[in-house]
């Protein structure tokens, strides 16, 4: 059975190599090649996987298989701005590892740490073009809102707003 381990400065280029060949097929022909290659720099360094998880409090969590081959990672922070409310920063899978129940078995995981801390929902950001979308709306999230939101070097992210009331 895959199974989720907290990710440690160790896993940090695991984590990265993930997100360099996922990224590709999921946004390949929704954003430019550039705008991909910013945004892994911006989110996927070591110092800005550090920053997450020492300061901003993200829990991060890699998602292996039996045999501890990395499967993709998930990250949350429980209660978001001071509210009962649980963000999902990211859910990334390698595209082998898609389809196979393992984002469910992660959004679950994440449901039940937001209740025991008392999170009355789950909420997360997703492009508005990305099939994930289908994915979060069977899990239960519905579509509450929509922003653009400038990353700098003339880069947008264009997002829905997704929650699941728990
Ligand atoms: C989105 C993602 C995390 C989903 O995880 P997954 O392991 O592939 O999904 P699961 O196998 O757990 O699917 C659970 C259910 O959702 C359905 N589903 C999965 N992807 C779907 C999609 N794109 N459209 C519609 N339904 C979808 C499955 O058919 C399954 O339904 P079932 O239980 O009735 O069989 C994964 O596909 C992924 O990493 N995608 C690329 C990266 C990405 O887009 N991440 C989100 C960024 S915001």
Known sequence: MP??????????VQVE????QTWPTT??????TE????????MY?????????????????????DTGEPLGYVSYELNVNDKP?????KIYLLPASQGQGVGRMMIDYVAKQAEKAENIA??????RQNKAVSFYEKMGFEVVGEE?????NGFLMEDYIMMKRL
């Open 85 to 89: 409310v649980t963000k999902i920063h």
């Open 17 to 20: 190599q993930i997100a360099q």
């Open 35 to 42: 705008q991909i290659a910013y945004m892994l720099n911006w």
């Open 45 to 65: 360094s070591p110092d800005a996987l550090a920053e997450q998880i020492e300061q901003k409090g993200h829990v991060f969590l890699l998602a292996q298989s």
């Open 122 to 127: 789950l909420q997360l950001n997703v492009n």
């Open 3 to 12: 199974h989720l381990i907290p990710v440690t400065p160790t896993h940090y």
């Open 27 to 32: 946004f390949g022909s929704i954003l430019s």
């Open 148 to 152: 653009d939101i400038d990353i700098g």
